[in-house]
């Protein structure tokens, strides 16, 4: 079985500073892992995946997120945040050969402030 | 083109009520997912398909949920005799083929509350 964990529920921050979201995973078996934004009132899109290869992962709107199989962590970051950016995030995982089922983490609502 | 859409958006029920949800697809899309999402949380998978076939559905949380994709295209989640802890928005998403690397699309939802 797999589970995520998301430390953070809330993360204030103020507009062009940088942001570090914690995701953590537990598995028995291999994984993808992902993460997703949720804007209000939308639906959930990725913002980048990690496959194989290199351990850093660039998505859209400049996030990135790097990989660490040691820690069996996937925290994602971005350098300069800006108002827009103000929206739930989630970290996910899915075990290879088991169809896409994603396990999801609890969130964390990134608030950014002028 | 057009994304995963679902219907209602909306749907307020009765306690004992049976509700049916519509998931619209992207076209050409072989995966179809089921989520649930309650107030505060991440999304909790309940059931797959592959083309018509339900693969997975170990995530239903009882037999009172049941989701059907008869031609490989629209899905259709209904739960039956709702309760008010089935009160969460589901989420549908779809993936171009049958692979866990794949990106799953995701619809708006619909926000289901039983009174």
């Known amino acids: 079985a797999q589970s995520v964990t998301q430390l953070d529920s809330q993360v204030p921050v103020f507009e062009e500073a940088p942001v570090e979201l914690r995701c953590n995973y537990s598995?028995?078996?291999?994984?993808?892992l992902f993460w997703y934004v949720q804007y209000p009132n939308q639906g959930l899109q990725l913002l980048l995946k990690y496959l194989s290869g290199s351990t850093l992962v660039k998505g859209i709107n400049g996030f990135e997120a790097e990989f660490n199989k040691s820690q069996t962590s996937f925290h994602l970051r971005k350098p300069s945040v800006h108002i827009s950016d103000t929206a739930e995030y989630f970290c996910a995982v899915s075990a290879y050969n088991q169809g896409g089922k994603l396990i999801f983490g609890q969130g964390t609502e990134l608030s950014v402030k002028p | 083109g057009a994304g995963v859409s679902q219907s209602p958006r909306y749907k307020v029920a009765k306690r004992g009520q049976d509700v049916a949800l519509r998931c619209d697809p992207i076209?050409?899309?072989?995966?179809l997912f089921w989520y649930q999402q309650a107030l505060g949380q991440g999304p909790e998978f309940l059931t797959y398909?592959?083309?018509?076939?339900?693969?997975?559905k170990s995530g239903l949380p009882s037999d009172r949920f049941f989701a059907e994709r008869p031609e490989g295209s629209v899905s259709t989640l209904k739960i039956q005799r709702t309760q008010q802890e089935d009160s969460a928005v589901y989420l549908c998403?779809?993936?171009?083929?049958?692979?866990?690397?794949?990106?799953?699309?995701f619809g708006p939802g619909t926000r289901l509350l039983v009174l």
């Open positions: 398909f592959q083309n018509e076939a339900q693969l997975d």
């Open positions: 598995s028995s078996v291999s994984v993808y």
């Open positions: 076209s050409g899309h072989v995966s």
């Open positions: 998403a779809s993936s171009l083929r049958r692979a866990s690397q794949e990106t799953q699309y």
